[in-house]
């Protein structure tokens, strides 16, 4: 699976920005999808993540009730809705596709990952 993650540029404090992750190669269907961040000099972060089906939602403490993960299984594509950003939100962000038997929320558990969009919020 190719992962490319569009959508990221700069945006003050409280503004939005939509975050889009295009899979080719294979379905996505068959995995559960998640968004990862990460700031120089700091390890990859959890930011949400969906199952397969869509209905099972998990979202880092930080970020929840501001953001949205929603995928388009028809569209290969998986999404990242962020609203009232905050200046530590600027990060890269890293989409990623998976299915191995470890917890959602957890890096390991991915195997595809893209190529990272640079989200920038300034207060």
């Known amino acids: 699976v190719q992962l490319q993650a569009s959508g990221g540029g700069s945006v003050q404090a409280g503004g939005s920005l939509s975050l889009s992750c295009a899979a080719s190669g294979r379905k996505i269907n068959s995995y559960a999808m998640a968004w990862f961040r990460q700031t120089p000099g700091k390890e990859r972060e959890f930011v949400a993540a969906i199952r397969l089906g869509g209905g099972d939602r998990y979202y880092a403490d930080s970020v929840k009730g501001r953001f949205t993960i929603s995928r388009d299984n028809a569209k290969n594509t998986v999404y990242l809705q962020m609203n009232s950003l905050k200046a530590g939100d600027t990060a890269v962000y890293y989409c990623?596709?998976?299915?191995?038997?470890?917890?959602?929320?957890?890096?390991?558990?991915?195997?595809?990952w893209g190529q990272g969009t640079l989200v920038t919020v300034s207060s």
């Open positions: 990623a596709a998976g299915n191995r038997p470890l917890s959602i929320i957890r890096s390991g558990a991915y195997d595809y």
